[in-house]
């Protein structure tokens, strides 16, 4: 056994794959010694190939090398243990680039496990015993290994930073808190750190609360979810089964239509054609006589004539057929006009019905417009809105993009100004039309009127026929500061109670006919819901009333 400094030598006993002391060493035929059971699950791996090599030499052998176990370092390997020694540390026990280096090894540095901020030093297992014997070393703060430790450092006093100043924010040695931090609220950085773990504490506390309450909500939305696919799919297939229904009763009502009127068809025909052969027969035995007749007459004598006149048959009845002057040519016309009327009365309850139908399924999806709940969720369908300067009162100045409205000082005169512009009303409609949901804010001063209306409102004529609310083609939210504010269409005022905020919400539902107005806060408080029918695109609206400077803007929505 090679002696070392006085100590066992160890690597030659140690196992290059486990990178610990044999256990049952063998020895392969180049020579390497190997625990036996880290050899054989190496060749384990191998038995597809069917050549083995030496994980150390890559010496290949063929076949399979039989394994003995080598009693002469089996035997070092229990002196060793013997000893007391341990084996000498693996490689990967050793610090890399990316690892904490030990600061007390000598040559070939091991990994630190622990870092004091005391120290302001790594150790390694070894070397870190004597924080825990010593009682010099029993108030040091111990961390996980950190490559930052000079961090912890005042570059200025070149002391450990053990102080936080509440005032400016950053951690601070003492000599700072009596020097250029001096009067500051400063606190042991132990102090800082309990207190903001506290508060760590409550807002996990509260970030999990919420986490548990989104779940609930999720799972629900989900059950809503699965319930609206489940009652979707159940109304599809009922109608479609409802329509099927009827088409194959219309076809089996089709299909005796065409067989009644064939089966008649045919016995008709057959009737006809009855009395045709009948007429046929008739017509021959017709001629037949009006030849023999026409032979008679031609019999010069008296007695002969006489005796010939006897002797012939005489006319049989004639056959009875329809006058064509009495009875109609038209035979199933009027079962046309039969099954016209069942169609006609069909589309009349189709007709009355299907606006039914229509109503119910935007019931449904009014329903589903209704359940928005947060600012988030109205974000979903945020419109990016501009503001058309066609429309706009000459009085009015566009900005930001064309998004603000603001009335101006100086007014331009009225004259020729395109037939596009509001002229009685200080009002301005957007670029964008809006057909399906949208929704959109508007932040505001003074007196505003937030507003959605149809493209062809009038933009000249009398004060109602233009202003926003006064009129079947336009909806408003009229707002003033600190005051009441009022919901208006077609001339009809509806007080709404409360104050609103400086910012209003618009939530549009098209096809469910379906305009609201919010406060726009965490909760989005609903100030006013309007259930209609929408015939037409609408186009948001601003609008002021005039007093010099007041403005209105679509904020950006992101």
């Given at each position: 056994?090679?002696?070392?400094?006085?100590?066992?030598?160890?690597?030659?006993?140690?196992?290059?794959?486990?990178l610990?002391?044999?256990?049952?060493?063998?020895?392969?035929?180049?020579?390497?010694?190997?625990?036996?059971?880290?050899?054989?699950?190496?060749?384990d791996?191998?038995?597809?190939?069917?050549?083995?090599?030496?994980?150390?030499?890559?010496?290949?052998?063929?076949?399979?090398?039989v394994?003995?176990k080598?009693?002469?370092?089996?035997?070092?390997?229990?002196e060793?243990?013997?000893?007391?020694?341990?084996?000498?540390?693996?490689?990967?026990c050793?610090a890399?680039?990316e690892?904490?280096?030990?600061?007390?090894?000598?040559?070939?540095?091991?990994?630190?496990?622990?870092?004091?901020?005391?120290?302001?030093?790594?150790?390694?297992?070894?070397?870190?015993?004597?924080?825990?014997?010593?009682?010099?070393?029993?108030?040091?703060?111990?961390?996980?290994?950190?490559?930052?430790?000079?961090?912890?450092?005042?570059?200025?006093?070149?002391?450990?930073?053990?102080?936080f100043?509440?005032?400016?924010?950053?951690?601070?040695?003492?000599?700072?808190?009596?020097?250029?931090?001096?009067?500051?609220?400063?606190?042991?950085a132990?102090?800082?750190?309990?207190e903001?773990?506290?508060?760590?504490?409550?807002?996990?506390?509260?970030?999990?609360?919420?986490?548990?309450d989104?779940?609930k909500?999720k799972?629900?939305?989900?059950?809503?979810?699965?319930?609206?696919?489940?009652?979707?799919n159940?109304?599809?297939?009922?109608?479609?089964?409802?329509f099927?229904?009827l088409?194959?009763?219309?076809?089996?009502?089709?299909?005796?239509?065409?067989?009644?009127v064939?089966?008649?068809?045919?016995?008709?025909?057959?009737?006809?054609?009855?009395?045709?052969?009948?007429?046929?027969q008739?017509?021959?035995?017709?001629?037949?006589?009006?030849?023999?007749?026409?032979?008679?007459?031609s019999?010069?004598?008296?007695?002969?004539?006489?005796d010939?006149?006897?002797?012939?048959?005489?006319?049989?009845?004639?056959?009875?057929?329809?006058?064509?002057?009495?009875?109609?040519?038209?035979y199933?016309?009027?079962?046309?006009?039969?099954?016209?009327?069942?169609?006609?009365?069909?589309?009349?309850?189709?007709?009355?019905k299907?606006?039914?139908?229509?109503?119910?399924?935007?019931?449904?999806?009014?329903?589903?417009s209704?359940?928005?709940?947060?600012?988030?969720?109205?974000?979903k369908?945020?419109?990016?809105?501009?503001?058309?300067?066609?429309?706009?009162?000459?009085?009015?100045?566009?900005?930001?993009?064309?998004?603000?409205?603001?009335?101006?000082?100086?007014?331009?005169?009225?004259?020729?100004q395109?037939?596009?512009?509001f002229?009685p009303?200080?009002?301005?409609?957007?670029?964008?039309?809006?057909?399906?949901?949208?929704?959109?804010?508007?932040?505001?001063?003074?007196?505003?009127?937030?507003?959605?209306?149809?493209?062809?409102?009038s933009?000249?004529?009398?004060?109602?026929?233009?202003?926003?609310?006064?009129?079947?083609?336009?909806?408003?939210?009229?707002c003033?500061?600190?005051?009441?504010?009022?919901?208006?269409?077609?001339?009809?005022?509806?007080?709404?109670?409360?104050?609103?905020?400086?910012?209003?919400g618009?939530?549009?539902?098209?096809?469910?006919?379906?305009?609201?107005?919010?406060n726009?806060?965490?909760?989005?408080?609903?100030?006013?819901?309007?259930?209609?029918?929408?015939?037409?695109?609408?186009?948001?609206?601003?609008?002021?009333?005039f007093?010099?400077?007041?403005?209105?803007?679509?904020?950006?929505?992101?």
């Open positions: 056994m090679a002696q070392k400094g006085g100590q066992l030598h160890q690597e030659p006993i140690s196992c290059s794959i486990c610990d002391l044999l256990k049952d060493p063998v020895t392969v035929p180049c020579g390497h010694s190997y625990c036996m059971n880290c050899i054989k699950s190496h060749w791996k191998e038995d597809e190939k069917t050549i083995y090599s030496c994980p150390q030499c890559r010496q290949d052998f063929k076949p399979r090398p394994l003995r080598n009693t002469m370092l089996a035997d070092l390997v229990e060793l243990k013997k000893t007391g020694l341990q084996a000498a540390p693996a490689d990967h050793y890399g680039s690892d904490v280096a030990c600061d007390f090894c000598t040559g070939r540095k091991l990994k630190a496990c622990k870092s004091c901020l005391q120290c302001l030093a790594s150790y390694c297992e070894k070397h870190l015993q004597p924080h825990f014997e010593l009682p010099v070393f029993k108030k040091h703060k111990l961390v996980e290994p950190s490559m930052k430790l000079p961090e912890n450092v005042c570059s200025r006093h070149d002391e450990v930073m053990k102080m100043c509440r005032t400016d924010q950053q951690s601070i040695c003492y000599l700072c808190s009596v020097d250029e931090h001096k009067g500051h609220d400063t606190v042991s132990a102090a800082e750190r309990t903001r773990q506290r508060g760590i504490k409550g807002s996990r506390q509260n970030i999990q609360q919420r986490i548990q989104s779940k909500v799972k629900l939305l989900q059950q809503e979810m699965e319930a609206i696919n489940r009652s979707a159940k109304t599809v297939g009922n109608s479609e089964k409802i099927s229904e088409i194959r009763l219309m076809e089996k009502r089709r299909s005796d239509v065409k067989q009644q064939r089966s008649q068809q045919q016995t008709e025909v057959s009737r006809v054609r009855e009395l045709q052969e009948k007429l046929e008739e017509i021959t035995e017709l001629k037949r006589k009006d030849a023999e007749l026409e032979k008679l007459s019999i010069k004598e008296d007695t002969q004539f006489l010939k006149y006897s002797s012939l048959s005489r006319l049989t009845a004639s056959t009875e057929f329809p006058d064509a002057k009495i009875r109609p040519l038209t199933f016309e009027d079962v046309t006009a039969a099954v016209s009327e069942v169609r006609d009365k069909l589309q009349d309850v189709l007709t009355e299907w606006p039914k139908i229509v109503r119910t399924v935007t019931e449904v999806d009014a329903l589903l209704q359940q928005l709940r947060t600012r988030e969720e109205f974000l369908y945020a419109s990016p809105l501009t503001l058309d300067p066609c429309t706009a009162h000459p009085w009015i100045i566009l900005s930001n993009g064309n998004r603000k409205i603001t009335t101006q000082e100086y007014r331009k005169p009225l004259f020729f395109p037939l596009t512009r002229i009303t200080f009002q301005v409609l957007s670029r964008e039309s809006l057909t399906g949901r949208s929704y959109w804010e508007v932040e505001w001063d003074a007196l505003v009127s937030i507003a959605v209306a149809y493209k062809n409102i933009r000249s004529g009398s004060y109602d026929e233009c202003a926003f609310g006064r009129n079947e083609k336009s909806w408003s939210l009229d003033i500061l600190n005051s009441k504010h009022d919901f208006r269409h077609n001339n009809v005022t509806t007080p709404i109670p409360g104050k609103t905020s400086y910012k209003v618009v939530f549009l539902d098209h096809k469910a006919g379906i305009l609201s107005f919010y726009v806060d965490e909760n989005m408080t609903l100030l006013h819901r309007v259930e209609t029918t929408f015939t037409q695109p609408l186009y948001a609206g601003l609008g002021l009333h007093s010099r400077g007041d403005n209105a803007e679509l904020c950006e929505l992101k």
